[in-house]
């Protein structure tokens, strides 16, 4: 599956986004979709995942009650709506795609190229 993330841009603090992955390929409803980020300087970090029929959800306790990730199986999308962001919000951020529903890195087997989220105080 092919991958493709938009929506990032400048943000104030205390502002939203909604992020978008765009999928293709016909197994994209089979995978657990996934959302990382990464700042300048940092480790990719997990920010929020959801199985494939969209049941399940994990999120960081970073971003617990202000991310929300949800998807469209039959446009092939998943989303990432951020309200309340912060400064320390700032980053690259990367869908991708795994077999079944998990918060590590290693497990997704597609990526896709980021979109940057930059959150000014």
């Known amino acids: 599956v092919q991958l493709q993330a938009s929506g990032g841009g400048l943000v104030q603090a205390g502002g939203s986004l909604r992020l978008s992955c765009a999928a293709s390929?016909?197994?994209?409803?089979?995978?657990?979709m996934g959302w990382f980020r990464q700042a300048p300087g940092k480790e990719r970090e997990f920010v929020a995942a959801i199985s494939w029929g969209g049941t399940n959800t994990y999120y960081a306790d970073s971003v617990k009650g202000r991310f929300y990730i949800s998807r469209g199986n039959a446009k092939k999308m998943v989303y990432l709506r951020i309200n309340s962001l912060k400064p320390e919000d700032t980053a690259v951020y990367h869908c991708?795609?795994?077999?079944?529903?998990?918060?590590?890195?290693?497990?997704?087997?597609?990526w896709g190229q980021g979109t940057q989220v930059t959150v000014s105080s």
């Open positions: 390929g016909r197994t994209f409803s089979s995978y657990a």
């Open positions: 991708a795609a795994a077999t079944s529903l998990t918060v590590v890195a290693g497990s997704y087997h597609s």
